[in-house]
């Protein structure tokens, strides 16, 4: 049973350039969350995508953006970088109806801007 | 404005003794809680959730504790292992069931 899987595990991108991330959800899950987790903070919440369509967002600018796709996998978006968009980027998978806020993360993306 | 708080970035336990997590939040509207436990190169993995509608949850060797009326919980791990030594997240939700995070506390786990 495959779980939450993250693509590339580490890059290295230059401050105006764009970046995608990829995820696949852990087997039998509907629903994926993007989380971005700065040095010393916890996760904070980009968004949620199911039946792919973005269902919540949290406080991201618009260079933040997603997809998913009818395999349930997602990808998310970022341009124009910021060197203060450096931080590990989680994703999340759950069933929607499951309605807990039990989730089940990758090992992260790890994007640095230099 | 922290939502979730965790004001102990660290705590330091000799092994077999207790370890307490303590997690303070803000937002009345919350009605689950949630702990995750990360390891270094790793994403955070579901530990232990509790209802609003109780006031303590156990699994094993975790518990956690709920007081809505001062907005508290925390989570006793007993006894402590040194494999227990981990970054512990708390965490919690409305019926939105979008988890809000603390920052997180370290816990150090002496052989």
């Known amino acids: 049973d495959a779980g939450v899987t993250q693509s590339p595990t580490h890059l290295i991108k230059t401050r105006g350039q764009q970046v995608t991330l990829r995820c696949s959800p852990k087997?039998?899950?509907?629903?994926v969350s993007w989380y971005q987790q700065a040095l010393g903070q916890g996760p904070q919440f980009i968004f949620q995508y199911y039946e792919e369509e973005e269902r919540q967002r949290g406080n991201f600018p618009d260079r933040f953006s997603g997809h998913q796709f009818p395999n349930y996998s997602s990808e998310l978006n970022v341009n124009a970088l910021l060197l203060g968009d450096s931080a590990l980027y989680l994703c999340?998978?759950?069933?929607?109806?499951?309605?807990?806020?039990?989730?089940?993360f990758g090992e992260g993306s790890r994007l640095t801007v230099l | 404005d922290q939502q979730v708080k965790q004001n102990s970035p660290s705590l330091s336990v000799q092994e077999g003794r207790i370890s307490i997590l303590n997690c303070d939040y803000t937002n009345s509207m919350f009605d689950y809680f949630l702990w995750y436990k990360k390891y270094p190169a790793e994403g955070p993995t579901f530990l232990i959730s509790?209802?609003?509608?109780?006031d303590k949850n156990e699994d094993g060797r975790f518990t956690v504790f709920l007081n809505k009326s001062a907005k508290h919980l925390s989570l006793h791990i007993v006894p402590s292992q040194p494999g227990d030594s981990a970054v512990y997240f708390c965490a919690a939700s409305e019926r939105s069931y979008i988890p809000t995070f603390g920052r997180g506390t370290s816990l150090i786990v002496h052989p």
């Open positions: 509790i209802s609003s509608i109780k």
């Open positions: 999340a998978s759950s069933l929607y109806r499951a309605n807990t806020g039990e989730l089940f």
């Open positions: 087997s039998g899950h509907d629903t």
